[in-house]
């Protein structure tokens, strides 16, 4: 029964893809001066950094509330939905959202697709043998490493929207 509820939710989600945005975003990036960037980010610390580097040129959709840990999140059929409808998306990366992914992989081919830990050094991580190898994913209890993760953001918005990158 879990095969044929993961089948089915691939399924839709390919569905979802393939009826989004065609030209690869470039009729909403052409029109993108004219109104808000649509952003989905994954947790709200997320998408209040995204608020407050972004001011009133994004609105932002979170996916997880207070109190979900993002570790366990699963998203549903209406997550996939908003993220296939949004200009961009930011999720935290070094695994944090690890059961969205997959996910993550899909939607990178047509939205632009942020992991906002992406840029900072690995040599900077944290990386504890209860980890398995793997990076401590939660950057924003080291300001030093939160900040860079904002920077990425702010860049990533900038790239996205040059016209409106020095606001």
């Known amino acids: 029964m879990l095969k044929y509820k993961n089948f089915a939710f691939l399924l839709v989600l390919g569905l979802l893809m393939s009826c989004g ?7 909403a990036r052409e029109d993108i001066a004219q109104r808000q960037i649509n952003v989905v980010a994954t947790t ?3 998408g209040d950094a995204v608020r407050n580097v972004g001011g009133e ?3 932002v959709i979170s996916l997880m509330g207070p109190g979900v840990d993002p570790h ?3 998203a549903s059929e209406g997550d996939v939905s908003r993220m ?11 695994h944090l959202e690890g059961k969205m992914a997959e996910i993550f992989e899909k939607m990178q081919q047509r939205i632009q697709t942020v992991a ?17 190898g793997n990076y401590d994913p939660h950057v924003w209890f080291d300001v030093t490493l939160w ?12 790239e996205f929207d040059p016209s409106h990158a020095g606001i």
């Open 84 to 94: 296939s409808r949004a200009d961009m998306i930011f999720y935290n990366g070094l």
């Open 21 to 27: 945005k065609q030209d690869g975003n470039q009729t």
């Open 57 to 59: 040129r994004v609105a």
């Open 44 to 46: 709200g610390m997320i």
């Open 147 to 158: 900040m860079e993760a904002v920077r990425h953001i702010a860049e990533s918005l900038a």
């Open 72 to 74: 366990l999140y699963k």
């Open 116 to 132: 906002v830990t992406d840029r900072i050094e690995r040599t900077r991580l944290d990386s504890p043998p209860a980890f398995a």
